[in-house]
């Protein structure tokens, strides 16, 4: 059966600087949740590039991204953008730049997933970038643009930046560089989007089975809402 196509763009947050294996970045982590929840094996083209801004993204990754004919999306990117001084209309207008190349891409916007930027502000390595309280305000700026931007094409939106202020959890928290998150970091980042978008993430199955398969798996959602209960996942009994 075909994999699932997921594409995922950003910056260090996406691709995972300062891990061991990309693997344990957090679309890697997503993608390994939906395998195991479908039992359908997912591709993931990850373009986050170290150091990367808006205008990054749309002049190396987007290009790229409407060859991958993505069936899930997720976008983080601004970081960059905040310590380069960028203000927020540029950031706002090169964002709805990339919101709406994802629009084109014809990905239904309940499968694309904005995700907030991370407060790196208080952390050793930002130190350069300027004082903790100017850029903590910065962030929660660019993020409410990106979360009405997210709001108005509709996509999902996940909020990752109030795990980021819990304060250093202890081994692995923070990758060795200071700036980045570490491996336990990504992990929380991963369980909490998952949180979001496992029920429109794990349809992107359906078109994969038959109508009569399809349906089986639209009654057992519906059953699962209806009993306010989670839904853990059957189309891979289906195959």
């Known amino acids: ?119 790196f502000a208080t952390l050793p390595g930002a130190a350069p970038f300027g004082s903790p309280s100017h850029l903590g305000a910065r962030i929660d700026a660019f993020n409410d643009i990106a979360r009405t931007e997210a709001a108005s094409r509709p996509f999902r939106f996940a909020d990752i930046t109030s795990i980021s202020r819990e304060g250093n959890r202890g081994e692995d928290w923070l990758a060795g560089d200071g700036l980045h998150p570490g491996r336990a970091q990504h992990q929380a980042f991963a369980d909490h989007i998952w949180e979001e978008v496992a029920p429109t993430w794990r349809m992107v199955v359906l078109p994969r089975f038959s109508p009569a398969a399809q349906r089986v798996v639209e009654l057992a959602v519906d059953e699962a809402i209806a009993q306010q209960s989670q839904y853990t996942g059957s189309e891979h009994i289906l195959m």
Do not use: H, W
Not at 5 to 19: E, P
Not at 76 to 87: P, R, T, Y
């Open 1 to 119: 059966m075909e994999s699932i196509r997921y594409l995922a763009l950003g910056d260090s947050y996406t691709i995972g600087t300062g891990l061991e294996d990309e693997a344990e970045n957090f679309p890697s982590l997503l993608a390994e949740r939906l395998r195991q929840e479908t039992g359908i094996e997912v591709a993931v083209t990850n373009l986050g590039v170290n150091g990367y801004t808006t205008t990054d993204l749309i002049r190396e990754e987007l290009p790229v991204s409407r060859s991958a004919r993505p069936e899930l999306v997720s976008i983080l990117i601004g970081a960059n953008d905040i310590v380069q001084g960028s203000d927020e209309a540029a950031y706002r207008g090169r964002l709805q730049q990339i919101y709406e190349a994802i629009k084109e891409l014809g990905v239904p916007g309940a499968r694309v997933l904005a995700i907030s930027i991370p407060d």
